[in-house]
């Protein structure tokens, strides 16, 4: 007969032997078995149906709920030996950081050294990367900087003497022969006096421009409109800053300036200041328009006369070369005849907006472009730096490795695999260097202002510059202390601990090469940077005391810009500034030298008596500038008052010119003719060559001839114990007589300065990251000294005792890194002559390199290292023997 009760029973007995549920939940599946046997009997069922019916319905979830206890508990078995893991990891984690602390705390010089010289290699590299980067930025900023070309001039049959000026009518013919360019805009750069009410002020960076100028470049307009702003004759847009100069925060646009105290110009526009990293930069633009009422109706209609500067807009996806292969007949439709004519050839080109600033072999650029030599030779020298410092850091991770060998028995010997002990040296070297990179970062943020008045540019941190430095840091550390680590994880890790703890370890010859290998590449680079500082200072200098054929001191050059008020009554202003005794000499000019502001295609006649085209720079002067330069006349006579026909038929050349037009006695080219901008005379005189120009390039020929009325330039020599109060006379004097305008004026030897501040600037920067490659390469050398001395502490106790005095000692000591520092002389001799070699091929004036500089640097760099050294080895040999021999 059926029992409920034992059914009940032995069904549970069942749940509970397979062990997958709790009490509480087989008393809660009970309680539910037995409502359900108690409704179905209430419907008629006999307990046993009921019961069996219970059973199917609790069924599915009975093993719905044990298939999922069964997982759940395995999954619980697998999280907790994950769990274990984990927890074990980060104690032989935690293990491994607390021994590194430990040998850091325990070795702190040695951490000093690897973390500091690391750091610091990071840090130069970081900030010689920002440099290069805003180098290589510069016009980026234009939105269609892709489809921006300058146009460009290659003077002669070859096509190889490149300029960035170019004819005015280039613009609008190319824009008509060729539908494809879209747009075309040309600049012309020249000097105003601008005023508004009382102020006044010579702006030295206006330009005239094209009304297109807005549709070509990314100037972003602040107010007016760019679309007519430069459309209109008189028309001015300025800069932001300059609008802030004149008006304050009045709104400008509609109101009127004066310029030269003649014209009328409406301000149509205000623009943003243009980005440092721009070719070139203004303060304000001038319609083009405004050309000819300004300078006359024959204004740039010259083909040959380049003085501007054209860029053209080409559609998206066209190929430049299509369009350069077009330029040839273009140049023959337009200029053919007339280069034939002058026996006068030039190329035109295509240049690319974003190589402009990277062009040193560019003359006539509107500003000073950059060197990408120098970027090469930075370049290098990060590379050489980080280097030097990496060495540092594998070279002292290695050496000291060795000796933890009896540390490295002790652990194996307790039961630590091969792949653990790895671990550790590899976590170890990677620390170091992550705290390396680390405290680059902060060495990199505070030279950044010393690095910025160093290199003049504003070298800001965006945030994804700086994410990506950090990155490349970073991955550069973390490469380092891998590397560093991977010799004492492989090799090290291996060591069988019973020779290791019998004291039989014999450490390798290997690792001792290796380390010879890397301080000999560490000195290379040094005595090579040693070299080429001294011979980049030493080039400077002599440019520097070059004599440049004129008086280059208390020269007061005074900046008028062509005033017409001004040249009317130069004779006038001559002679008040004469009237001060501290004036002894006074001249006006078109130019003075480190100007030139034109050039002549000129017919001179040659010695077979044919007159040749022989173009050539061009000063236009008085009877004075070559008194009040000082330049020496070598043949014939200068300018002078007592022949009134100098004025209209006389002409001074120099001897390069003499010798361009085919004299190579200068003499014999006095009293030759001439034609030269419609005037035609003869050759009166032949002055010595004078640099004009920087010493970058050698003398080119330059003639002279009388015309006040281009002259822009007041020269006075002065002579006075006094200067404070002479500036003062002559500013009273000028204002007495110009009242209009303000006194604007340069002293001759810093204007000569600026032309070298960028060698110079090249010159501090080479020397400050040479130096600091060498000290980093000292601070690896004082580490690799102190270790090797103390590996033989008991052989110098051995040999005091057997009596070996202190200098004996010494030379034992350094003796083996003199000789890996003339091993490094060797190597890197070739190399510093090379380099430099071809640094001073950009320099017409440029020094020898002797055999002087490089024994020099290997003497030098010799110092540096014994000097490095004689600390330890002075402590060293001085020490108690009886110390010594109970070493270890």
Not at 160 to 165: E, L
Not at 510 to 533: D, E, M, N, P, Y
Not at 547 to 564: A, P
Not at 736 to 747: G, S
Request: aromatic share 12%; glycine share 6%; proline share 4%.
């Amino acid at each position: 007969m059926f029992n409920l009760e034992a059914a009940i029973a032995a069904w549970r007995r069942t749940l509970e032997h397979q062990r997958v549920f709790r009490r509480t939940d087989l008393d809660e599946l009970e309680a539910h078995v037995r409502d359900h046997v108690e409704a179905l009997g209430a419907e008629g069922w006999s307990e046993e149906a009921a019961f069996q019916q219970a059973m199917v319905e609790v069924g599915d979830y009975g093993t719905t709920e044990m298939e999922y206890r069964k997982v759940f508990w395995a999954k619980l078995k697998h999280q907790r030996a994950l769990w274990r893991a984990a927890l074990w990891e980060f104690a032989m984690l935690r293990n491994y950081i607390t021994i590194t602390l430990r040998n850091l705390r325990k070795r702190k010089g040695y951490a000093f050294i690897n973390i500091f010289g690391l750091a610091a290699g990071l840090a130069c590299c970081m900030l010689i990367a920002l440099y290069i980067q805003d180098e290589l930025i510069y016009d980026r900023y234009h939105e269609k900087v892709d489809r921006i070309y300058r146009m460009y001039v290659g003077w002669g049959e070859d096509g190889t003497a490149y300029g960035a000026a170019t004819p005015l009518p280039l613009g609008p013919a190319l824009h008509e022969d060729f539908p494809e360019i879209e747009r075309y805009t040309r600049v012309h750069r020249e000097s105003f006096l601008m005023q508004r009410g009382e102020r006044a002020f010579q702006e030295e960076e206006v330009f005239l421009a094209d009304s297109t100028v807005f549709e070509v470049f990314t100037y972003p307009m602040l107010r007016g409109n760019p679309a007519t702003a430069l459309e209109a004759p008189f028309s001015i847009v300025l800069t932001e800053s300059l609008a802030q100069k004149y008006f304050d925060d009045e709104n400008p646009v509609g109101q009127t300036m004066r310029i030269d105290d003649s014209h009328t110009f409406t301000v149509t526009g205000v623009i943003e200041d243009v980005p440092e990293t721009s070719h070139f930069s203004f303060q304000a633009l001038i319609s083009m328009a405004t050309g000819v009422p300004l300078f006359g109706d024959d204004w740039g209609r010259d083909w040959f006369w380049t003085s501007w500067h054209t860029y053209v807009l080409l559609p998206e996806g066209y190929d430049p070369d299509v369009l350069q292969a077009k330029l040839p007949d273009f140049t023959e439709r337009h200029a053919g005849e007339a280069m034939r004519n002058l026996d006068l050839y030039y190329t035109l080109y295509l240049q690319p907006l974003a190589d402009a600033h990277l062009s040193a072999d560019m003359r006539y650029t509107l500003e000073a472009p950059g060197n990408p030599d120098n970027l090469y030779i930075f370049a290098a020298i990060a590379v050489f730096i980080l280097l030097i410092a990496a060495i540092n850091f594998m070279n002292l991770s290695t050496a000291r490795s060795a000796e933890r060998a009896r540390e490295v028995g002790v652990r194996k010997a307790v039961g630590a695999a091969r792949g653990q002990l790895a671990l550790q040296f590899l976590g170890e070297s990677v620390v170091l260097s992550l705290f390396a990179f680390v405290l680059a970062l902060g060495l990199a943020f505070v030279l950044l202002p010393v690095f910025e008045s160093l290199t003049a540019k504003t070298l800001v941190l965006a945030g994804n510059q700086y994410s990506v430095l950090g990155m490349g840091a970073f991955a550069v550390a973390l490469i380092v202390g891998v590397l560093a680590g991977l010799y004492p994880a492989l090799i090290i890790s291996k060591f069988r601990p019973v020779h290791v703890l019998k004291g039989t370890f014999v450490r390798s010859n290997q690792g001792l090469l290796l380390r010879k290998s890397l301080v000999v590449t560490q000195f290379s680079i040094s005595i090579a940077l040693i070299a080429c500082t001294l011979l980049v200072l030493n080039q400077v200098a002599h440019m520097r005391s070059q004599t440049l054929g004129f008086v280059q001191d208390e020269m007061l050059v005074i900046h008028f810009s062509m005033d017409e008020a001004v040249q009317g009554q130069n004779e006038v202003i001559r002679q008040a500034m004469l009237r001060n005794p501290a004036v002894v000499r006074a001249g006006f000019s078109s130019d003075v030298p480190s100007t030139q502001r034109y050039s002549a295609y000129s017919l001179m006649e040659d010695p077979e008596g044919e007159m040749q085209v022989r173009p050539m720079a061009l000063y236009q002067v008085d009877f004075d500038f070559v008194s009040t330069f000082g330049i020496e006349m070598v043949a014939g006579r200068s300018f002078s008052r007592d022949f009134p026909t100098d004025s209209s038929e006389a002409l001074v050349i120099n001897e390069a010119a003499a010798r361009y037009i085919g004299y190579p006695n200068v003499e014999e080219a006095v009293g030759k003719r001439f034609s030269q901008w419609g005037r035609e005379g003869r050759i009166v005189g032949v002055m010595h060559d004078f640099n004009f120009r920087s010493l970058r390039s050698s003398v080119t020929p330059l003639s002279l001839r009388l015309n006040l009325a281009r002259t822009q330039f007041l020269t006075l020599r002065l002579e006075t114990p006094d200067l404070v109060s002479t500036m003062a006379e002559i500013e009273a004097t000028w204002q007495a007589l110009v009242p209009h305008r303000p006194l604007t004026y340069t002293f001759m030897d810093s204007r000569l300065s600026e032309q070298y501040r960028a060698e110079e600037r090249f010159g501090i920067l080479f020397q400050g990251f040479a130096s600091l490659a060498i000290l980093i390469a000292c601070l690896g050398l004082f580490g690799l000294a102190t270790f090797t001395i103390q590996q033989r502490t008991k052989e110098i106790g051995v040999r005091k005792v057997l009596g070996a005095t202190v200098p004996q000692v010494m030379v034992l000591l350094a003796r083996d890194f003199v000789v890996l520092v003339i091993i490094a002389f060797v190597v890197a001799t070739p190399i510093a002559y090379y380099l430099m070699g071809n640094w001073l091929q950009a320099f017409a004036y440029r020094i020898d390199i002797g055999a002087s500089t490089f024994l020099l640097a290997g003497v030098v760099a010799c110092a540096i290292a014994v000097g490095t050294i004689s600390y330890q080895a002075i402590r060293a040999a001085t020490a108690n023997p009886v110390k010594a021999l109970r070493y270890e």
